[in-house]
């Protein structure tokens, strides 16, 4: 970000503050003298590695939930079962899912990771038209509601009472009984966001309580020291060790080009891929399972979450360097079609 830029954002930011301290009222000096701190030294100093990459986490309702309220389907498409998930209608269908949301998000803002919000992301989908077409197929909502929030962990809520009963495909709340309890049962999952690989659980049954989310909010709470060390230990080991992604590099039906072909470089094309994914890995960490004329596909490519300077290096970034290197050092026409937050997918067009 530019210098004036950063200024800009950081001079509104003080005055909120300033104007919130002050109740408002006027000030005897400009917004910078008032400013405290030194915003050079700020600039110039090395960035916070672990505030960098403190994982991002969302709250989701899992798809046992979802078919609880109806609101998720397969589709048949070629001969390929597909699942449609329908959050905005579950939003409007299940009156507890926000304060139960709420109530999870606020036990990790407590600890200061950074959040997405669900409702809100669904919200930005609507408002940039994210239903879009990707290969004549339409993409799957939990696709996009990751490649749009790109959380590092997604927290899976499931939760039933014995208040609600299933009858004629409808769920119906049911009477209390006299004493006004539930039982309730929830079970709250985090995955990693690139791998789905499951990293911590919460897992509660039976809980006596009237009120559904105050019940799981108490119980979440109980559990939340050991859940949230899970997830931090899980980070802080690719922190070290590299995000797991996979890596696929593709030609397109028509292109005259082979995988196996002397490049420019004086090595075949997948010689000189597979060279550059092993040095560009932390490590060396990859395993190949499939080496074609037609299409090179990695699995377990770890790679760093951070630069040098403690900013962070993503998937995208670490695509956009492969892509670039393969355009001016092989000479290829090719762009990364990429959906999924922990894949990488080049399509090789041809030769430039």
């Known amino acids: 970000m530019k210098k ?20 408002g009222g006027k000030s005897g000096g400009s917004l910078a003298e008032q400013a405290s701190g030194d915003m050079e030294a700020y600039e110039n100093s090395d960035v916070n590695a672990m505030e960098q990459a403190r994982p991002t986490i969302m709250v989701i309702p899992s798809d046992h939930t ?17 699942i449609l ?12 899912a926000k304060r139960i949301i709420s109530a999870i998000q606020n036990e990790f803002n407590a600890q200061n990771f950074p959040l997405n919000d669900f409702e809100q992301t669904l919200k930005q989908l609507d408002t940039q038209e994210a239903l879009d077409m990707a290969d004549g197929f339409e993409k799957d909502a939990k696709t996009m509601l990751l490649t749009v929030a790109q959380p590092d962990i997604i927290l899976e809520l499931n939760y039933d009472t014995s ?10 709340r049911s009477k209390r009984n006299q004493s006004g309890e539930k ?8 995955f990693d966001a690139y791998t789905n690989k499951a990293v911590a659980t ?60 002397d490049s420019v470089e004086g090595d075949t094309y997948a010689d000189w891929i597979t060279d550059y994914i092993k040095t560009h890995t932390v490590k060396g960490a990859y395993k190949m399972q499939r080496n074609t004329d037609k299409e090179l596909y990695f699995v377990n ?12 290096y993503g998937v995208y970034d670490w695509a956009r360097d492969f892509n670039k290197n393969l355009r001016t050092n092989l000479g290829l026409k090719c762009t990364n079609k990429a959906q999924g937050l922990g894949e990488v997918l080049i399509s090789v067009q041809g030769i430039k």
């Open 301 to 312: 490519c770890r790679i760093k979450l951070l630069n040098e300077d403690g900013t962070q």
């Open 163 to 172: 208040r609600d009963k299933k009858s004629g495909g409808l769920t119906r």
């Open 202 to 261: 919460i897992t509660s049954s039976n809980i006596k309580g009237e009120s559904t989310t105050e019940t799981i909010q108490a119980d979440i709470k109980e559990n939340m020291p050991k859940f949230q060390g899970d997830i931090t230990k899980y980070f802080s080991d690719i922190l070290t060790r590299g995000r797991d992604i996979t890596v696929r590099i593709a030609v397109e039906k028509g292109c005259n080009v082979n995988l196996s072909d």
């Open 66 to 82: 979802l078919q609880n309220f109806e609101c998720l389907t397969t589709q048949k498409v070629n001969g390929r079962n597909f």
């Open 85 to 96: 998930r329908d959050y905005n209608k579950y939003l409007l269908k299940d009156d507890r």
């Open 4 to 23: 004036t830029a950063f200024h800009s954002i950081v001079a509104l930011c003080i005055g909120a503050i300033v104007v919130t301290s002050c109740g």
């Open 183 to 190: 039982n309730i049962s929830y079970t709250l999952s985090a």
